[in-house]
């Protein structure tokens, strides 16, 4: 019973709290080890994906939105001449890849590199900061993307709210394909309306987080506190 008690009344691990920095740092094996077992047979194609080097990275782009095209003309004007839609997919999945490769490589420098801005979407997306890190490399990337999320949270369910009716409309005019579109764009409302909150408040964690390193280091050094985090507080 003596141990019994004792065991109840061990002090459990630390959580996370406005005003504990430590906690937030996990350690090597915690940053290393699978989140299931699944992710421990299988290594995340997502991260393999985000750290893929630009000369292999381009062609990724071009193959999917090349294909997604293709795919989209077929489906919506399948009496259309082939080498035109050749032509219009060389033409689209060229301009995509160009501007998804300038974006990811803004994105790389501005955090460090490639593996670098793999640590900043991992943080961002279990909420936790590892204890070695860039301030200000990470506060610059982690604001862009609140930014992002802030005009999500508005612009995604008008987008994806505009084209459902328009695809069905061309479901019943058109082509029955177009019910896929207006199906994926359903789909993309839920996920949206669903996901985008929740990782808005995950970036104000990290936001905060870095703020108050941010503070913490500049005490240290003696100089007065750069906010690394501008901009209104996300309501909850």
């Known amino acids: 019973m003596t141990e019994l008690k004792t065991s109840r009344n061990t002090p459990s691990a630390p959580h996370w709290t406005p005003s504990t920095r430590d906690n ?58 082939l080498a035109a839609r050749l032509i219009g997919t060389s033409i689209f999945a060229t301009v995509m890849t160009v501007v998804f490769t300038v974006i990811v490589v803004r994105q790389r420098s ?25 301030v200000v490399a990470w506060a610059t990337i982690v604001e862009r993307r609140h930014q992002l999320l ?23 005019t058109r082509s029955p394909y177009w019910g896929l579109a207006a199906a994926f764009f359903v789909v993309m409302l839920v996920v949206s309306v669903v996901t985008t909150p929740r ?13 108050r390193r941010s503070e913490i280091d500049a005490t240290q050094d003696g100089q007065p506190a750069a906010d690394p985090s501008p901009g209104p507080p996300v309501a909850g």
């Open 110 to 134: 501005d955090a460090g590199g490639a593996l670098q801005l793999d640590r900043i979407g991992h943080a961002l997306k279990t909420g936790r900061v590892p204890a070695e890190i860039d």
């Open 199 to 211: 990782s808005l408040r995950k970036n104000a964690i990290i936001r905060e987080v870095l703020a």
């Open 24 to 81: 937030l740092a996990p350690t090597a094996e915690e940053e290393q080890a699978p989140s299931s077992l699944l992710a421990g047979l299988r290594p995340s194609l997502m991260r393999r994906f985000r750290t893929l080097p630009l000369w292999a990275l381009a062609p990724v782009y071009f193959v999917f939105f090349a294909g997604a095209y293709f795919a989209g003309g077929q489906l919506a004007l399948p009496d259309g001449p």
């Open 150 to 172: 802030r005009r999500a949270l508005w612009l995604n369910p008008v987008v994806f709210g505009l084209m459902t009716p328009v695809a069905l409309s061309l479901t019943i």
